[in-house]
């Protein structure tokens, strides 16, 4: 089945330093994927989505500027958290909508902690 | 985007017990997914539901979606202790919104 590769797993950083978060298909080809953060015991809420090719699209409140997404090949799209503080620690996945097999498929996660 | 409402936020029961999480939208959708996310997991997709009064099953999964196309419904027969997790509902055009959520703990 489609698989989506998310990477780190976790990562630990110090306030004000930017982290990146990959995500790639493995198996197909994905023009559109999309960003969710969830904090503990909380529904993902849909950060953007990247689209191949071109600027990605923001959802109401999430800072252009500060969550970096920078989608340069069909199987990979990268999520950029620019000088994080503690507040932007979360779990943030990735996920792709594989066509034909319904539904979207998730990355593994990242956990960030700002520390 | 997309507002999809779920009850309940919690529930236990005991193993063996059946379970029902229900999502309710004030808009029609187009159609519905059902997403489980394992403690520490990601969400994996279960099922997609389009039709209208559309039911599908899944071993001792049933997910229903309502006539007006702005409800539905995961009812889970027996459960079991591999059935713990938090079950979403999700809908959306062009991405996908995901609904509040029902944790489910299962008591062995």
């Known amino acids: 089945g489609a698989v989506v590769s998310q990477h780190p797993s976790w990562v630990i950083c110090k306030s004000g330093t930017s982290v990146k978060i990959e995500c790639r298909s493995l198996d197909f080809q994905a023009t559109t994927m999309f960003w969710y953060r969830q904090f503990p015991k909380q529904s993902l809420m849909l950060m953007a989505t990247?689209?191949?090719?071109?600027?990605?699209?923001?959802e109401q409140g999430v800072e252009k500027d500060k969550f970096l997404i920078n989608h340069a090949s069909l199987t990979l799209s990268t999520l950029t958290v620019t000088s994080a503080h503690p507040e932007d620690s979360s779990f943030y996945i990735c996920?792709?909508?594989?066509?034909?097999?319904?539904?979207?498929?998730f990355g593994s996660g990242t956990r960030l902690t700002v520390v | 985007g997309q507002q999809v409402m779920q009850i309940p936020q919690y529930q236990h029961v005991q193993e063996g017990e059946d379970f029902t999480t229900y999502c309710n939208s004030s808009t029609t959708l187009s159609n519905i997914q059902w997403y489980k996310q394992r403690p520490g997991g990601h969400p994996v997709f279960l099922i997609q539901l389009v039709k209208s009064g559309e039911v599908k099953k899944q071993k001792r999964l049933t997910f229903q979606f309502g006539e007006a196309k702005k409800n539905s419904s995961l009812h889970i027969t027996a459960t079991q202790t591999t059935d713990v997790g938090t079950y979403f509902c999700?809908?959306?055009?062009?991405?996908?919104?995901f609904g509040t959520g029902t944790r489910l703990t299962v008591i062995p």
């Open positions: 990247s689209n191949e090719g071109s600027k990605a699209t923001y």
């Open positions: 999700a809908a959306g055009a062009n991405n996908l919104f």
């Open positions: 996920s792709a909508q594989t066509t034909g097999l319904g539904g979207y498929t």
